[in-house]
């Protein structure tokens, strides 16, 4: 990727990473990009870096347009090593003794990453920066989504560097959302599903206190993905939807399976989701990643978990799921167990129990199949997703 001035003497000098498929155990199909931002006035400044390995990369892009040596100021939104893992190269060409702004909890965390001495300037919530003709404006942004985050925002151009907030994994050559389209909003939403979503009372608190600041918005940067400038409340609104958790008259069906008999049961339960007009789709563990189920998730009543029993035990892929989602704090929601079994058949009340800690309403006592399932027994399935559906549209 080239630098891309996104308005008068600022550009996007970051990096795409087309063949990334795998983000720490998030699938990102279209790849990613990592941004950082280039601004010039009296003083010249970086905000964010690259991953390490495109270090060059970025380099380079930066001395398209100036010597890098001429950098005034760095500034760290967030220290995870997408956006950090390339300080150490930047901070040796643009020089050590130069300041490098961050939050405090940045400043605690860079140096716990990369143990150097650098020129620290950790910033107070509010404080602002004054680079000439602009003024840096940073705010803390506290557990979004790390101890460190925080948001830079350019007063005079109106524009946010918002870090990880409000970004997409989408490598690409349209840089902002008009090339793009409603296209980029499914990479949005998965997104927050599987980063996000377990802050959203945060994120509600602080679009509140941005409202309350009558911050408007120009351009909204994030550091992946496309730019936010056609329609910046656009993301925000999605921000505050997804936030609130609201569901639709949905259900995930998620399972995994050994000899198909817990594969049948979801499929007769969609079916009796779907008579009741829900929007219903079996996900097989070993078919979809967890983060396109959690995409999924996000907007959906229902989320219904099948198992067969295992050695006691449940299934690995629906336990690796169940760990994944706990983490991410789904509210609001109402959820069902049932799977297959040989001679024991603990796999279901495993599965209840871990959806109660997760504090979604179980609305059946959960259904369980010995080895094959028969007529009777699919019957049952569908009477389940019937009972789930009514529940939904209750
Ligand atoms: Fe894109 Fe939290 O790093």
Known sequence: MKPVKIAKDIYDVGVNDWNIRDFHGYTTDLGTSYNAFLILDKKTVL????????????IDNISKIIDPKQIDYVISNHTEMDHSGSLPRVMHKV????????????QKNLS????????????????????GSRTITFMETRML????????????????????????????????????????????????????????PLILKLVE??????????????????????????IINAYVKW?????????????????????????????GLSGQGIEARPMQLRKWNRSDIMTEVLDAKAIIVGSPTLNNGLFPTVSDFLTYMKGLKPKNKIGAAFGSYGWSGEAVNLIKNELESMNIEIIDPGLKVQYVPDNQSLEACIELGKKIGKAITG
């Open 47 to 58: 905000i964010d870096t690259v991953k390490a390995e495109f270090a060059d990369q970025l």
């Open 95 to 106: 020089g050590e003794e130069k300041p490098l702004f961050c939050s405090k909890m940045g």
């Open 112 to 131: 716990r990453h990369f143990g150097q001495k650098w020129n620290y300037r950790p910033v107070e919530n509010g404080e602002e920066l004054s680079i």
């Open 145 to 200: 989504h790390w101890p460190d985050s925080m948001f830079s925002y350019l007063k005079e151009d109106k524009i946010l560097f918002s870090s990880d907030a409000f970004g997409q994994h989408y490598a690409g050559h349209e840089k902002f959302d008009d090339l793009v389209g409603d296209t980029i909003m499914p990479h949005a939403k998965k997104y927050f599903a599987n980063i996000l979503l377990l802050y959203s």
């Open 209 to 234: 206190h941005v409202t309350n600041l009558k911050l408007e918005f120009n351009m909204i940067c994030p550091d992946h993905g496309i730019l936010w400038r056609k329609d910046p409340g656009k």
């Open 243 to 271: 936030s609130r958790q609201d569901a639709k008259n949905k259900a995930v069906v998620v399972y995994d399976t050994m000899w198909h008999s817990t594969e049948k049961m979801a499929e007769a339960i969609v079916e």
